[in-house]
């Protein structure tokens, strides 16, 4: 049996639906970038983070600065 909210979601508009999805992308694409900031204390947050970071569908710039962050770390 179907849900409300799925119901809710089939009938916007397709422009409404796309604007969600976008908004709940750039949502969490800001709740990696936290968890970032959080996960330089210990290798397991780094490491549970970058394989985060690499599913499919995530920002590679997202990566990109995490794996800048790691090297500028390592040079200090």
Do not use: W
């Given at each position: 049996?179907?849900?409300?909210?799925?119901?809710?979601?089939?009938s916007?508009?397709?422009?409404?639906?796309s604007y969600?999805?976008?908004?709940?992308r750039n949502?969490?694409?800001?709740v990696?970038?936290r968890?970032?900031?959080?996960?330089?204390?210990?290798?397991?947050?780094?490491h549970?983070?970058?394989?985060?970071?690499?599913?499919?569908?995530?920002?590679?710039?997202?990566?990109?600065?995490?794996?800048?962050t790691?090297?500028s770390?390592?040079?200090?």
């Amino acid at each position: 049996m179907p849900k409300d909210s799925d119901n809710l979601f089939h009938s916007m508009s397709e422009k409404a639906r796309s604007y969600l999805k976008r908004m709940l992308r750039n949502l969490r694409c800001i709740v990696l970038e936290r968890a970032a900031n959080n996960a330089q204390s210990t290798d397991i947050s780094r490491h549970n983070f970058e394989i985060a970071i690499s599913a499919p569908g995530n920002q590679n710039s997202l990566r990109q600065r995490r794996i800048a962050t790691t090297r500028s770390e390592e040079v200090e």
